[in-house]
């Protein structure tokens, strides 16, 4: 049985674009345990740090677990759970928009298929 990791995760940009930040709460409720882990970018956009804060929250994983990903944001609901299983690169098709969102998408592709092993739940 895996372990099951609750994931919180926000981002932020003021203006947008502009300088912006992310953070990341991952619970293990069996342990009893909690780790925050928050970043900043000086040039940046509020979509790519809402990504960006649950890539680095997947990407903190050591083993493969079962996660509970929780956000505010639409666009990193769709990108981490969705997306990937939708517009998967190898199947040959372009993702759409800027291209730093395209790489945050890729970080989210791998993140997601990495870390929880394809398995988790975004609300």
């Known amino acids: 049985m895996k372990p099951k ?6 981002g932020a940009c003021s203006p947008n ?10 619970i293990s409720p069996k342990q009893g ?3 925050v882990f928050t970043g900043a970018e ?19 994983l050591k ?9 505010d944001s639409q666009y990193s609901d769709l990108a981490t759970y969705e997306q990937p299983l939708r517009y998967a690169e190898r199947e040959g098709r372009a993702r759409r ?10 970080g989210a592709d791998a993140a997601v298929v990495a870390a929880a092993d ?3 739940n975004v609300t």
């Not at 990791?5 to 926000?10: A, F, N, P």
């Not at 674009?17 to 991952?26: C, K």
Request: with cysteine; proline share 5%.
């Open 118 to 120: 394809g398995v988790g």
């Open 17 to 26: 674009p502009g300088i912006g930040g992310w953070a990341a709460l991952l």
């Open 42 to 60: 000086a040039d940046t956009t509020n979509n790519r740090m809402e990504l960006t804060a649950a890539i680095k929250g997947l990407e903190a």
């Open 63 to 71: 083993v493969p677990c079962e996660v509970d990903i929780h956000t």
């Open 97 to 106: 928009g800027p291209s730093h969102l395209r790489a945050a998408g890729a």
């Open 5 to 10: 990791v609750i994931i919180y995760c926000d």
């Open 33 to 35: 345990k909690e780790k």
